[in-house]
């Protein structure tokens, strides 16, 4: 028996360290005093065990007893321990039912409502297109570097909401009964329309809208009167000075990206800049303030922008050089 490997427990269950505890074996009080010489790694086991056994050994008349029932206590140290259920009444059974409900209904809508929340976002890259089709039907064609989104649940009320960055062409779809469909730009204005074509610019420097066929109503978050727009009519705010401008223009000279090009029809050369930079993330420059009032008339495809500036450079008698990262316009 290899008893340098033997607990506490060990001990108090052999028959033999129990009559060397009790004295009553002179055999084991020879045995166990032999084996404490030899410095066991388990001695304080042994002492502790030792100590047990004769606290229970000073109490004579129930010393039988008493170890048996140490006995028992050890053997049952490794028995599962039983559960006795608590008598529950039918009224609290009922309470804990109706909060289990309550919470699984609660834990539903919160994340139906998450979810509902959530946005779909559609994006383009500088120099790219893209049609989105609308859950009801209506379409946009985003253009360079713009994002439009809009909430899961945003065609299901009674109004259709989307969110513009950018610039997009919509086409909005009439629904019976009539809905409602408002362009949010977070910046200068939102659109309202029913049923209509026009195109929208949302850009860091200026707010358009152009309206090519029906009817719709801007309404200007500065809480100055909303203007109703008509075919042909330009509606724009400019970031810096928030002066409002409205005018009869072509309205295909502002949706000319779509069929990929630029339309200048006696444009500024700065409205032109900012379009070359809006379409194509560059950055240029015009080497002096009278040459930013010169205009451009002309319809160039939309390729390379050092290819597009050689062009608009042409046109306006002008020449364009590159300095690291930067185009400029100058005379020379």
Same mark, same amino acid.
């Given at each position: ?49 030792? #100590? ?49 409900? %309550? %919470? ?37 064609? %985003? ?7 809009? #909430? ?31 362009? /949010? ?7 309202? /329309? ?8 949302? #850009? ?6 152009? %309206? ?29 000075? #928030? ?64 290819? /597009? ?24």
């Amino acid at each position: 028996m290899n008893y340098e490997n033997y607990t506490v427990d060990d001990f108090l269950m052999d028959d033999q360290f129990l009559a060397y505890c009790q004295g009553s074996d002179s055999a084991a009080v020879l045995f166990w005093e032999t084996w404490q010489l030899g410095k066991p790694p388990n001695i304080f086991a042994f002492q502790e065990a030792e #100590r047990l056994c004769r606290l229970l050994n000073g109490q004579k008349p129930r010393l039988n007893e008493s170890l048996r029932e140490l006995d028992d206590l050890i053997r049952s140290r490794d028995r599962p321990v039983p559960i006795i259920p608590l008598p529950v009444s039918r009224g609290f059974q009922r309470w804990v039912v109706a909060a289990s409900v %309550l %919470l699984a209904i609660g834990l539903c809508w919160a994340g139906y409502q998450y979810w509902n929340n959530q946005y779909i976002s559609y994006e383009t890259g500088y120099n790219q297109q893209r049609t989105v089709s609308l859950p009801d039907g209506s379409r946009v064609v %985003l253009n360079s570097h713009s994002v439009l989104r809009h #909430r899961r649940n945003g065609f299901s009320g009674n109004e259709r909401v989307v969110e513009l960055t950018g610039e997009g062409y919509f086409s909005v779809r009439h629904l019976v009964p009539l809905t409602p469909f408002r362009v /949010v730009t977070n910046d200068a204005f939102d659109v309202q /329309v029913l049923g209509t074509e026009f195109t929208l610019s949302n #850009r860091p420097t200026l707010h358009r809208v152009v %309206l090519n066929s029906g009817r719709i109503r801007v309404s200007f978050h500065d809480n100055r009167p909303a203007v109703v727009m008509q075919p042909g009519q330009l509606v724009e705010v400019d970031d810096s000075t #928030r002066r409002l401008r409205q005018r009869a223009v072509r309205a295909d000279q502002y949706n000319a990206w779509l069929r990929n090009q630029f339309l200048f029809d006696n444009t500024s050369l700065t409205d032109v800049i900012h379009q070359i930079e809006e379409q194509f993330g560059v950055t240029v420059q015009i080497d002096g303030d009278k040459l930013a009032e010169q205009t451009v008339t002309g319809i160039l495809p939309i390729s390379k922008p050092e290819t /597009v500036l050689e062009a608009v450079a042409a046109l306006a008698q002008l020449k364009v050089r590159k300095t690291k990262n930067v185009f400029i316009l100058s005379k020379n």
